[in-house]
């Protein structure tokens, strides 16, 4: 099933529904939107030449022309490949040359990078900004028949983050997102015609992902004018749209929380804060359901099994009475509906309840492979299970609960670390806003605990205070044996630290 149905799906039963809005301004309602799609794609098609299957680059900060310029691709029977809007010319030239892309759209200010990373891109002809007459010639083409396109055909290209190398790009099919969409309704939220869902995080990653459940229920999908993460600005949206859902790394979360805690807004339209890209500290988790209510619903994927692994939703975070309560909020949840998820050895072996391994991951959602790499693919994929390269374990009650990447567990004196574990004990102490913990060469015990720690404005906080609170909750080998006191901690653009940095 090509994902422009969907569209059309809603188009038809909702035509006078807002589809995309501008801040507090809906541009277009249903109808139009899928028409503005459909004389896009033959923009794309008729205008530009393109054929079934080439690739659009998207590198843009969050604008209204992203969801019609998805839906244009898959309408015209082409692949996507939204790209992180703040990476350097020749990281653009890598992935233009690496997806095969033939075209790109661009926002003014970013016109300059895109044009001088096109001469690395041999096959990429086409640089149109979305606020150009060109732009505007391609709605004017008469509208085009939604393209054949089978579950198999690639709709989206992720491309990683590439911390530890080039990135590589994630082949997803319409299939995948199609899973992706349905798994959603099943175990994160519902969604109800009108509704919303605020972009404030990147649409080239996750956000970008959760068009397709607001589209197929035909809700509203809002661009903050900003075109990003600004707390003033969201709570004054919360005014003007309602059953809104912001889909947020747990950096963005804790920002809203210390706005709301300050400023007292009205966050009464808010229905759902969905979660995830890092790990969110149970603390936080208490602190922002305070904040806002039993609100708060989880997800724990990656862009290899799009947003779906695990999830755990709104009324499983609400059910404080239960006995497990807080190893389930420290968890990421269950494993979606369909999807099977196992912790594994060394050998790929299934282990035991309690016992820590690698997550790996079977279903519809799991991805194609990698583009241009067999290799990687056919070792990522191994045995049919996607190797997720994160390490945990299951409870008695089927929740998963993560430790850490695999490449991130230190291993010290011959004993493995797990940096969340220490992470959550520094974020106890009151003085402490951000925490980070990575491991540090050492010639006598191979690697020791180095913890980067971020203080409240204002506070200063002693390393004897924090070898207390170490020794008062951990074994003293996970101690961290030095602190690194820093304003901020480096994050890339979806809020993640960036532990090579750090390292």
Request: charged residues 20%; negative net charge.
């Amino acid at each position: 099933m090509n994902l422009a149905l969907l569209l059309a799906r809603s188009a038809q039963a909702f035509p006078h529904l807002p589809a995309v809005a501008l801040g507090g301004c809906v541009l277009h309602d249903y109808a139009a939107l899928a028409e503005r799609s459909a004389r896009l794609a033959a923009g794309l098609r008729d205008g530009l030449g393109l054929m079934p299957r080439q690739r659009v680059a998207l590198v843009m900060k969050n604008c209204p022309q992203y969801v019609e310029l998805l839906f244009a691709c898959w309408h015209a029977g082409l692949c996507a490949v939204p790209v992180n809007a703040k990476l350097h010319p020749r990281e653009l030239a890598f992935i233009f040359q690496d997806a095969d892309a033939s075209a790109c759209f661009v926002k003014a200010d970013r016109v300059e990078a895109v044009v001088s990373a096109q001469a690395g891109a041999t096959a990429l002809q086409h640089v149109i900004d979305v606020g150009d007459d060109a732009y505007a010639a391609l709605l004017r083409h008469a509208p085009l028949a939604t393209a054949a396109i089978g579950p198999d055909d690639l709709a989206w290209l992720f491309y990683t983050s590439g911390t530890t190398g080039k990135p590589k790009g994630v082949m997803l099919t319409h299939g995948n997102l199609l899973a992706m969409t349905q798994a959603y309704f099943a175990d994160v939220d519902a969604i109800a015609p009108g509704d919303a869902i605020l972009h404030a995080a990147p649409m080239s990653h996750g956000s970008g992902l959760y068009v397709l459940p607001h589209v197929a229920q035909a809700a509203c999908n809002v661009v903050p004018a900003s075109g990003g993460f600004d707390e003033a600005e969201i709570f004054a949206l919360l005014l003007a749209h309602r059953g809104v859902t912001l889909f947020a790394a747990p950096t963005m979360v804790k920002r809203l929380v210390a706005y709301a805690g300050s400023a007292k807004p009205d966050s009464a339209n808010l229905k759902t804060i969905v979660y995830g890209g890092g790990p969110m500290y149970a603390a936080d988790c208490k602190t922002a359901m305070h904040t806002f209510g039993c609100k708060l619903a989880q997800i724990y994927g990656q862009g290899e099994s799009p947003m779906t692994i695990t999830a755990m939703g709104r009324a499983l975070h609400a059910d404080s009475a239960h006995p497990r309560y807080e190893q389930r909020l420290a968890s990421v949840g269950r494993p979606f509906a369909g999807i099977e998820v196992r912790v594994a050895d060394a050998e790929d072996s299934p282990l035991p309840t309690g016992e820590i391994g690698e997550v790996l991951v079977r279903g519809a959602t799991v991805m194609a492979g990698y583009l241009n790499q067999p290799e990687a693919s056919a070792q990522t994929l191994r045995g049919g299970w996607l190797h997720t390269g994160d390490v945990g374990f299951f409870d008695g009650e089927g929740f998963l609960t993560l430790r850490d990447r695999s490449k991130d567990v230190i291993i010290s004196g011959g004993s493995n670390i797990y940096p969340r574990e220490v992470e959550e004990v520094l974020l106890r102490h009151p003085a402490v806003a951000e925490a980070s913990v990575v491991g540090a060469p050492d010639a006598e015990w191979g690697e020791v605990v180095e913890a980067f720690v971020v203080p409240r404005p204002g506070a200063i906080i002693e390393p004897a205070e924090l070898d207390a609170l170490c020794l008062d909750h951990i074994a003293r080998f996970k101690r961290p044996k030095r602190y690194v006191f820093l304003d901020a901690l480096p994050k890339n653009a979806t809020g993640k630290v960036l532990k090579t940095e750090l390292r």
